[in-house]
């Protein structure tokens, strides 16, 4: 059973360029969450999506950033119009239920904004 | 807002001993309780769950939780070089069920051989 997969595993953006990075959860799972680990900071949550519903985008800033969780495909989280403080660790992660809460996470999208 | 704490550590211990990993947390109703490993550069894993007071083993881990206290801990038994970790204490927002996750900042341990 695949675990969850994220591509790309690196991403490199000048100031201003969009980033689009991708989730594919684990086979059966139907929530997918997206956390950010900033230099030497701990995980913070962003969003929490289900097939075609946001349930939660509390942790995600207002502008600039978008996430969705389409009916076929992966998960996207789209950052437009990069800045040097977007640089950090994205990580996704997926479960299978609501009932089944456990967590299990992808090997992140390392952003680095020039 | 949620609140997850953690000594940040470095924790050293000696290896084949006990190392002992605290976390705390602010919401009296939360039910739920995750513990990951993350090593440097790479993405955090799962290592326990707890979701009642006392005791939970699983091999060399326990998790040990106390609702009344807001305290849940982590022992790693016979610790091993390969244990040096960042060890994350997780809480979900709602308390229980599927969501979001508030994360302590993490206790550093380092296992001296």
């Known amino acids: 059973n695949a675990g969850v997969m994220q591509n790309p595993r690196h991403l490199v953006r000048r100031r201003g360029q969009e980033a689009r990075l991708r989730c594919s959860p684990m086979?059966?799972?139907?929530?997918v969450y997206w956390y950010r680990q900033l230099p030497e900071e701990g995980l913070k949550f962003m969003v929490y999506?289900?097939?075609?519903?946001?349930?939660?985008e509390s942790g995600m800033p207002k502008e600039r950033f978008s996430a969705e969780f389409p009916k076929e495909g992966p998960s996207i989280l789209r950052i437009q119009q990069v800045v040097r403080g977007d640089s950090a660790a994205y990580f996704c992660?997926?479960?299978?239920?609501?009932?089944?809460?456990?967590?299990?996470f992808g090997p992140g999208t390392r952003l680095l904004v020039l | 807002q949620k609140e997850v704490e953690q000594n940040s550590g470095p924790l050293s211990v000696p290896e084949g001993a006990i190392a002992s990993l605290n976390c705390t947390y602010s919401?009296?109703?939360?039910?739920?309780f995750f513990w990951y490993r993350q090593y440097s550069g790479k993405s955090p894993e799962l290592i326990m769950s707890i979701y009642s007071n006392g005791d939970k083993e699983d091999g060399r881990f326990t998790a040990q939780l106390n609702k009344a206290s807001q305290y849940v801990s982590l022992l790693i038994r016979d610790s091993q070089p390969s244990d040096s970790a960042t060890y994350l204490c997780a809480v979900p927002y709602s308390g229980g069920g599927a969501d979001g996750l508030t994360f302590g900042k993490g206790t550093h341990l380092i296992i001296q051989p």
């Open positions: 919401d009296r109703g939360s039910q739920s």
């Open positions: 992660a997926s479960s299978p239920s609501r009932v089944e809460e456990t967590q299990y």
């Open positions: 086979k059966g799972h139907s929530h």
């Open positions: 999506l289900q097939k075609e519903n946001i349930i939660d």
